[in-house]
């Protein structure tokens, strides 16, 4: 047998955590803030199951001359969710006004050919809830269907979201989690199944004033839909508790501007960078990684400022126009055209197909970096030619890009400020929620544009080491005295606002 290392091995949580301690370090963080916030105060792992509706599998070419003479079936409308693979999934609604020829399973659709009728079976999801810290207020995060999660994962994903609330300026904590699935596998009906299982196994663990989730890739506010009602069935006064979670439809006490929150944060944090290098933000070219929410978001309104989107890449591909990409036009292509899929921007009609390398080295200013964690790797950050990386994904440049881009003189605006649009309205959702109001979008941009770029400033008075008081804000308490690098700066301001509790309030025993 072998007998395990004892070595502490470095894991993305500890990776991430670097700049934590630098922080520390820099400001001299009691130690004991500084053990209660290393780790997350709970780390909880579970596991919900579901039973799947049955899948329709192409029949392979070789076994078709069996099934010549099978006669074509009819299905109801709605009856068949295509999914990427090729697969369908049978819905059991489909059956009802079908006209149904089977043979040894084998079933031939109109216009489809062959496929093999695969039995639904019962599945097994592994299920997470992160609850980092909550000395400012409710746990607070959003909740991820991806296949590649872990709880690692959640833990860097929960302690951003402790830093991010302190940066922002709302009463809440940090917290996240989500499940590992990969929800393009699955139908609407199958997804709602298996979200009202995870919400019932979280229930005693989240609440309006204890945990709020939101959405994050791969949820939405449909997602937040079914949470809010498994959270709330049976209640007497479920209408007190819409602030279960945020990221709602506006119909049911969403805020107004909060899908678009986080792009909106992003696009007010890129006007104040090219304010201060008093430079037109109009005619700039921008690259963008994602086009889901966020990164589709914030492609719409810088590009509404003037900026031209050059190239963007997902999961799926990547396109480039130099003369710029028509998004609205990229949008309708990928979230509202249901024979997209992948719901990707390969194939959009009014760009040419560049391959991932190609992406990271197209000619530009800003790099929007708005899917997943790690992207900016210390090869990638020596490829860029920008001049500012705007961080809308959580953790999307490792410390080896990080040093990189350092080296070269690209600018860095972190994400615990840049995409911290979405949790401050989900804060403010919370508080229309509690108090039974709906405000306009109008006020809700305003409140955000006044909460980000002011916590912007302070941020880039840390980094500058420029102590001021204005109308607007007091970046006196936070400027510790010499220069520091803008991601270090950022933490520098979470870290003094947090401790201020423990310092001021003292421990619970
Ligand atoms: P989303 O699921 O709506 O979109 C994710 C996008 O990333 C998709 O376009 C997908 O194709 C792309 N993508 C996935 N894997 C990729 C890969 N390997 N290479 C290139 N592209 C890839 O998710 P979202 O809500 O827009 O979130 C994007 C990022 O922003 C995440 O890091 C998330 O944590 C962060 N974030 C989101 C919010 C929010 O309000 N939604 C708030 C703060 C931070």
Redesign the pocket.
């Known amino acids: 047998m072998r007998v395990p290392s004892t070595e502490k091995r470095k894991t993305v949580f500890t990776e991430a955590m670097e700049v934590f301690h630098a922080a520390a370090d820099l400001i001299g963080l009691d130690p004991r803030v500084r053990l209660e916030l290393e780790e997350p105060d709970y780390e909880h792992i579970f596991y919900v199951t579901a039973s799947l509706n049955d899948r329709l599998a192409p029949l392979p070419a070789a076994e078709a001359s069996r099934y010549d003479r099978l006669i074509e079936s009819k299905l109801g409308p709605d009856g068949l969710v295509p999914l990427p693979d090729g697969k369908f999934i049978l819905r059991p609604d489909a059956l009802r006004s079908a006209d149904l020829h089977v043979e040894n399973g084998v079933i031939r659709l109109p216009g489809k050919g062959l496929y093999r009728i695969e039995e639904g079976q019962s599945k097994r999801f592994k299920a997470y809830r992160v609850q980092h810290n909550q000395a400012r207020g409710p746990y607070k995060g959003?909740t991820?269907y991806h296949k590649d999660v872990s709880l690692d994962l959640f833990k860097v994903?929960a302690a951003e979201m402790t830093w991010k609330t302190a940066i922002a300026n709302v009463p809440f904590g940090g917290g996240k989690g989500g499940i590992k699935i990969d929800p393009r596998e699955y139908s609407l009906d199958e997804l709602e199944a298996i979200t009202l299982r995870y919400t019932y196994k979280l229930k005693q663990l989240i609440g309006p004033d204890l945990d709020i989730p939101?959405?994050?890739?791969?949820t939405n506010g449909t997602v937040m839909a079914w949470m809010f009602r498994q959270y709330s069935d049976g209640e007497r006064e479920r209408h007190t508790m819409r602030g279960i979670v945020t990221?709602k439809d506006v119909r049911i006490g969403g805020s107004e501007g909060r899908v678009k929150?986080?792009g909106q944060g992003l696009a007010y944090c890129v006007e104040e960078w090219f304010k201060d290098k008093n430079l037109p933000i109009a005619g700039a070219r921008m690259i963008v990684?994602?086009?889901?929410?966020?990164?589709s978001a914030a492609a719409e309104i810088l590009a509404s400022m003037g900026a031209k989107i050059v190239a963007v890449?997902?999961?799926?591909g990547t396109i480039y126009n130099p003369d710029g990409i028509d998004i609205p036009a990229l949008i309708a292509y990928v979230h509202e055209n249901k024979d997209n899929l992948r719901?990707?921007v390969a194939g959009f009609p009014g760009a040419q197909a560049i391959s991932?390398n190609d992406f990271w080295e197209v000619d530009c200013e800003v790099v929007l970096p708005?899917?997943?964690?790690g992207?900016i790797t210390a090869e990638v950050a020596q490829k860029l030619k920008a001049k500012v990386v705007a961080e809308?994904?959580?953790?999307?440049t490792t410390p080896g890009g990080d040093e990189v881009l350092a080296a070269r003189g690209i600018e860095l605006i972190p994400?615990i400020i840049a995409?911290a649009g979405?949790?401050t309205v989900s804060y403010y959702e919370w508080i229309q929620n509690k108090r039974m109001e709906h405000w306009t979008e109008a006020e809700v941009n305003a409140r955000l544009e006044f909460a980000i770029k002011s916590n912007y400033r302070i941020i880039q008075d840390i980094a500058q080491n420029r102590p001021r008081r204005t109308p607007e804000f007091d970046s006196r308490p936070f400027v510790i005295g010499k220069p520091l690098p803008t991601r270090t700066a950022a933490m520098v301001l979470a870290l003094k606002r947090i401790e201020a509790h423990y310092l001021i309030e003292g421990f619970s025993q």
Not at 313 to 316: E, G, I, L, S, T
Not at 370 to 373: E, I, Q
Not at 392 to 396: D, F, T
């Open positions: 959003g991820r994903l939101a959405p994050d890739v791969g990221g929150a986080t990684q994602g086009f889901g929410n966020v990164g890449n997902d999961a799926d719901r990707s991932k708005c899917a997943l964690g992207e809308g994904a959580n953790g999307p994400d995409n979405g949790v």
